[in-house]
């Protein structure tokens, strides 16, 4: 195809020098030959000059054979960056970085052709969908999926870590904060940071997870189904808890997931961010960004989240029921507490807040106490000493012998 691109220039070139020769010989005028090659009288003119100064070579185009002035000359340089500082980035992060740090702006198609034509890249071919994909809820705040990733996030700059996620399942919105671990504490401070930017939703869809569900079996005479303390939180804030059966339900948050882990991890990786605190920071500069490209309008422009009216200490806490001793003090987590204020109640409610302080309420009502570090020593009760493996043996006129014991032992004495 090129070779015939070529001939039918040339061609093309054969056909204007033969009627430019008309014009120079006087049997065309240059109204008449641009109307025959279909260009002005201008261009006409010019061609004219040309020829009758370089003779038939000054038909040919000037930029024949010269590389043109909107030819990429960085390739190399874009191959180079890739194999020193973004090793394994996709082509369309990549080509992202390259307009953001390098300030060369070249689509992500180019990059991908050239780091296949260099070997630094191959092309992957997606799996076929096996599952029918479920439709998105028609408005925000109508259900949240949550979960936690455990994954090497620093790459062994710092310590392995969690990342809590939220997903708004109408609009893809991302919320989220790392932790130390999946658990109570660190569910119920990410849902307080998720609440206090976006209000309550409606439902959240969990996993199985001990943080969310309670295995504990099922009071069958007391008839009260167990929960777990993220869960009677849910119940108490009113938010519908809805628990998946496997990881392909919540697709939305799994694939959110495998997208983090390879752009957020690369993206720590060039701030060199290395701790949990400064992985917090960095996310609060770069969810809003993720969200704007990537959101969703939903269907309908309704909000569903609500203002929470409530104290969210009070109920996004560890809330434990202790029984009062006469002497006024309960005991959590080997700890001893003495209740200060005069109440007469058999049981009392433990809060153990998201910052680590511990509050005591009697019926809703926050009472004075303090921590009891020093106990007061029991007393030692003195004991006989025993030879190991010998009992006590009461004399022989002991009351507790029995009387024919007592009999025996005395005509035998009497005898001798």
Known sequence: MAGGDIIMVRQKELKRLHVIRKVIEGTLTQREAADLVSLTER???????????????????????????????????????????????????????????????????????????????????????????????????????????????????????????????????????????????????????????????????????????????????????????????????????????????????????????????KEMRLQGVSTIEEANKFLVSYLPVYNRRFSVEPKEKEDLHRTANVDLDTVLCIKTERTLKNDHTIKLNGKLYQIEDNIRAKKVMVEELIDGSTRIRLKGVQVAFHEIVERPAKPEKGRPYLPRGKGHRPPLDSPWRPPWFRRSKKEATEGS
């Open 43 to 265: 261009q006409i003119r010019r061609i004219v000059k040309r020829i009758r100064e370089e003779g038939n070579e000054g038909i040919c185009h000037k930029s024949r054979g010269k590389p043109s002035h909107r030819k990429l000359s960085c390739k190399q340089r874009i191959v180079e960056l890739y194999r020193n500082t973004y090793p394994d980035f996709g082509p369309t992060l990549f080509a992202e970085k390259l307009a953001e740090r390098e300030d060369i702006t070249v689509s992500r198609e180019t990059v991908r052709t050239w780091l296949m034509e260099e070997g630094e890249w191959k092309r992957h071919r997606k799996r076929k969908a096996h599952r029918q994909w479920r439709e998105r809820k028609d408005r925000c705040g109508e259900m949240l999926q949550m979960d936690g990733s455990h994954h090497d996030w620093f790459e062994g700059r710092g310590p392995h870590c969690v990342l809590m996620g939220y997903i708004d399942d109408a609009t893809g919105s991302v919320y989220g904060g790392f932790y130390d671990y999946e658990g109570t504490i660190p569910a119920m401070d990410s849902f307080k940071g998720y609440i206090t930017k976006y209000g309550l939703p409606m439902s959240v869809y969990l996993d199985k997870h001990t943080t969310y569900k309670s295995w504990v079996r099922r009071d069958e005479f007391r008839e009260v189904e167990p929960v777990s303390q993220f869960g009677r939180a849910l119940q108490e804030l009113g938010v519908r808890k809805l628990h998946a059966h496997s990881p392909q339900a919540k697709g939305r948050i799994e694939r959110l997931f495998n997208t983090f882990q390879d752009r957020v991890v």
